[in-house]
Structure formats: C-alpha cells, structure tokens
C-alpha cells in the first residue's frame, strides 16, 4: 500500500468518527471525540509509538531516538471540530504527523532526537467559547478559574465534561511541559483562507499568528418616526454605523501589505423597525495583523473615524475593547528551512500569516515553533464543504517529514524562537 | 369653567381608560378601549349629541344643523392607542373635537350645515399590524378576506376580536359612507414630528399624508473567516448594504425640499459573529414624500446604487417591493382656508406633509380633507413621554372651531378634493 492510500485510510477512518447529519460534528470531550482519540492511539500504537494521554486530554505518542536524553521534535495539531464542520481543518495535522513516522518506518530511518506527535485537546471554541484549551494547558496559560463554569449549549460546564471523560479540572495545570527541553514544535494545517489557491501556491510558510483586537462600539443618537422626522433634524446611528464599517474597510484595504484585516461582523439595530429611524446601534470589530504597527494604524483611523462621525451627526460613540491578543510570530529558523527544503523541491510557496488561532501559536512559549498550510478550496473553512485536496495534503506530509527529518538531528540547530 | 379646564378634564378622563403599567395602552378592541368609547359617547350625549356605533366600531355622534338635507361637516380621529403610547396622539383630535361642540353650544352658535365627529376605530396598526380599519371601513376599502385572520401578540384574530366586541367582521363593510354626500373632513392632531418644535410655528397645516414605499433589498456575498480572507478577496455583504444605506440618505438629502424622506431602520446579518465576514444582509427601506415625483427620484437613485454596489464589490442584490401606497394630497381649498385663519390670527404656521398615515388619508376618498398639526415636543410620538402642552392644543381647538364654523355656513363653498 502506497502512502497515498494509507493516508486516505487514515483520514477516513478518524472521519467515521461523527455525531453530525450534515458534514462532521466531533467536539471536545464528547464520547465521540473521546472514542475518536482512543482509536487515534490504537493507530499510534500499530506505528510503535508509545502513546499517553495527559491531564487535559492531550494525546502524546512517542517514537525514541537513537541518542538517549535529546529533547523531541514535536508534530501535531487536533482532532475535535467545530458543528457541522468538514473533514480537514486540525485533523489532516494530526493524520500528517502519524504518516510522517510511519514513513520513517518504512524506510528504516532512526533520528537522533525522538519524534512526538499530539493530538491536542479542545482546540476549537464551538463547544465552551474557549479555543485550544490542550496547549493552554500545556503551556501553563490554562487557568482553572477562568473556564470552570463556561457551558457548552446544554448547560454542561467544562468541569463536568471533563469528568465525565475522567479528567479532573483541577489537575489539567499538571499537563503543563514548561520546564521541559523541547527542540521543535511543526504544525501542519488547511489554511482556513482563499490565499493559496488564488495565488496558485501549494505550501504556506506561516510567518506569524495574526491574533485579533476586537471591539464594541456603541452608536448613540436618537430614535424617531421614519415619516415624521426631516433628513436634516435626525441623528440616525445606523448611518453613523455605516460611515464606521466603510471607513474601516479603507483603513484595513491601506495595509493589505501587512496582511492586516478588519471586520464588522456584527452590527444590531436597538429595536429596529421599518418605521423607527435607527436610535442605537452595536458594531462590533475584529482587526487583525501580525504587525502590531500596522495593526495600530487601523485602529488609529477607527478612532479617528469614530471621533469626526460623532461630531458630525452627533451621535455619542463609546467604543469598549473586548479582546486584545499580542500576535505571535513563528521561528524565522524554521521559517527558512521548509523555506530551502521548498526550494530545492521546486515547490511554490507563499509566506504569510495565520489570520486564525492554532495551537502552534501556545507552543511558541516551549520551544521554536513552525506551521505548514496547504491549500483551501475556496477559502471555506468550519464548514461541510471544507475540502482540501488530496495531493495537496500528501506535499504538505513531503514538507513537514523533510523538516521533521532535518530537526531531528542532533547537529540541526535551532537557536530560539525569534 | 373655562375651555382650558374644560378640556384637559375631558382629556384625562379619556385617558383614565389604561391597561399599561408605562405610559397608556388601550389598544383596539380590547375591553378598556370600549369602555373608553362607552365614556365617550356619555360625554357626545352631555354635550347634546345622538351617537351611535357603526358596524366597524367608529363611534359617529351628530349635533344636527339649522337647514334639514345639508351634508355634514366632520371633524375625528381616533382613540386607540398602541402599547405604552402617550397621552396625546388621537386623542387630541377626537376630544377636540367634542370641546368645539361644546363651544359652539355655549356661545349658541347654531350651523347650518350638521356636524359630526367620528372616533374611527382601530387606527393604530399595533394590535393586528394594519391601520386605519375605521376609516377603511367606513371609505369602502376595507377587504375583510384579507384582514380575517390577521392575529394579535396573544393569537387572537381579527375576527374573534371584533366578534368579542359584538361586532361580525362579515357586517364590517356596511360601515361604508361612500354614497353619502359629506361637506368635508377635519382632523386635528400632533405632529408626531420635530418641525414645528423646531422651526417655533404654532400650527402645521398639512398639505399631504405621505404614505411609504418600502423595499426589502438582500445583498449576497461570501461568508469567510474574518482573519484568514484578505481585504481583497472579500465579498462583503455589509458593506454593500452600508454603501446602500449612505447612499440612500444622500439622495433623500438632495429631496428635502419636497420634504421627502427614506430610512433604513432594518439591518440584519444573516448569522452574524465577529470572526466571520458577512456572507448576507437583509435591509428594509422605507421611502415617503407627498411629490410623486420627488419619491422616484429618490428609488431611482437607490436602484442605481443597488446595481454599481453589486458590480462594484461583486455581490448579488435582491430588491422587492414589500408595500407602495400612493401619497394623498389634502384639500386645497380647506388648506386655504385654514392658512387665512392663521393669517387674521397672526398664528404662526407651516404648510407641510404628514409623515405618518391618519385616517385623514381614507377620507378623501368621500369628500374635501383637511388636517391640522400641533407642534409635538422634540418629535416624540408613540411614547410614553409623548407630550403637546396644552396651550398649544387649545391654540388648535380655536383654529379647528373657526374652519368648522366657517365650513358649517350654506354658502361657504368646497369645489372638490383637488
């Protein structure tokens, strides 16, 4: 059997894994999920790993290396999904990561440093409204207070799902592995955005984590009859929202170089009715960008924005921040190497940003940290459709098990994150 | 006692007939709202009239007139209200009207011509989402298929609740006054608006009942993550709609002297959240002028919007007319008339368009209409804050007085509705 269809086997049989109708439902620390990770370590078991599964339900398989004592090389990315989510997302990192050494075993190739793939635990927010919970963890950025009550959309708090999958919140800060020395942590994921694809890129070398700044702005004028009220005696929020949302486009649009994104995905109207000219509106924002100069532009010009539209229909605006996350940026170390091992395979690649969280970007604290994304039919992501093809996946497997190869000898150096 | 007195017990009164914790409700037919028209027909008996309920519910009390076979002079509004309204709205038209009577009685003043005044029932569109049923009803416009099962917050139809109230919803459209010969209609109200307030007149005379075009315009983009799809490779619904909702004022604003307004006081994002680009949004225009013409011109503009927004951002717009009813201009003659009232008054006045639909806009469909505004503060309407100091309402009284005396002569002349 061929790598080819051995992986396709691979991603299939974790895929049976389902409670969804419609595209895949797997969410975390259900007993779907949790049969989903007891097959994925009978399948690293069959490869020789030894596998474990630690206090938060990160899964750690292990293959030993030839020199005793040297830290591992880690893979990995997740298993659990979103609702309704598509086949690929954080699964094809983790089913990456087990090809990778099953092809190692094929031929016969023993690395210095040993190799660990893991699964993490609860990457995705859909169930609690928290996102990679597993790194968290086991970075020591998981706080216990913080998430015990979070509730899924049963009312079940993540203490009790995680008991009921034996895990107890009050131990997950023990998965925590920041004392330990670990040389490289690589990630291989879908890239979640139309890039690649209308770039005609095969491989994206991630750069960096572009995570978000959000904010509420509220828009305050006045209420009033929509056939009573003159143009020119209104103070109509919803226009005020508009000129906000347009001006926000321009801003983001002026620092597309950067990579830096804004978005209103949200905007309500105060008892919006046909015959109410709009008194009240929320906006809400999501402003992106691995730079955090660039970034700060945008948000400039979002003050600027909200201080002349305020003033020019009267409107009162207050703005709360709601999120602010410092980006991260990946090991220019391993940046360039997949970026040599690209070129001397003749592949084309783009380097850019992540505009959404992943794992990886917790594992910087531990150790140099690279990410690998191969291409997104449409740009569709946490969605049925979500597809990414086949011998997309299988060049990212050639990427990732040249980078894995080439970290896991010993005299392979990697001096630090930055 | 004096008018002034007089009046504002008359006003209390009516509104003592509560059922709302916050400001009045004594929405259409209900119990408290009958009992209200109980009330006031009492009150048309003490003061010398015979009234009586017609088959829709509009209470039409006559005070007789010197020469038999004369048509009526008729002054109403209404009493319903919606929930949590003010004290004023119809209610000042309909007492007002009463208090002409009872000055015409105390200084003696016998009219040619007979007087009526109607309290039109269900003018509110609150209950059963339609207005103005009395005085559909009573224009021959009234399509009982149509409003049979209309239902209320509780489920009740249309039809139950006429039947509670003793009324057969299959006798309504006996209620239908177009036969008769009718000298002309008056209504007194409040604005409902800022203009007179803000322009500081005492008395708005209304040239027409603007009524609404309404438009539901859907704008289909692309759904994507807000952090991984780059500003270029967004199909943005939202703003295509905040483009569309700019655009929509300015042409609106190039309207003004005609008095034409248009809002969007609907805007919603189909499942919106922060971290997606929004993929649809639904807006609801709503479009009102007395000038034909002007109200084009403004659909014109938006329609050339709607068609360089979807070109431009390469999004699919879907415009469909929800509701077009056609504006109503008033009697010019009675417009005149009242205009030099005000004149020999030395009352300050302003010829303007009604915003809002009256039951005014029915009737002239069986004879000259005319329609008197009384400054409402800041604009406030349909709310419990809703106010019209009472010196203004009285101010008026004096003015609907002098054009029903006038009006009520033989040989005072009204050509027609043009």
Redesign the interface.
Known sequence: MDSRQRYQILLNTINQYNTGDIGITRVAYTNEEQACTQEFMRMCKAAGLESRIDECGNVIARREGRIKGLPPVIMGSHLDTVYQAGKYDGVVGVTAALEVIKRLNEKGIETDHPIEIISFACEESARFGISTLGSKAMTGSFDKEKVRYLKDRNGVTLEEALSLCAFDIDSVENADRKGENIKAFLELHV?????LE?EHKKIGIVTGI?A?V?FSIKIIGTP??????????RN?A??G???I??EL?KA??NE?NY?T?????????QS???????GEVEV?V?I?GTSLESRQRVLDHLNRTIESVGRNRNLEIISEEIISEEPVLLSNEIIESIQTICNEQDISYKLMP????HDAMNMVKLCPTGMIFVPSFH?L??HPDEYTDLDDILLGIDILEKVIIHYSKKDSILHGNK
């Open positions: 890239e979640q955005g139309p890039v209308n572009a978000p959000r009033a009859h929509s056939g009573t009220t003159p143009m020119n005696m109509d919803l226009l929202a508009s000129e949302v347009l486009e983001a649009l597309q990579g994104v804004a978005t209103v995905g949200v905007l309500d109207i919006g009715a046909m015959n109410v000219v709009p809400k999501d992106r992540s505009g959404a969280g740009g992501s946490h």
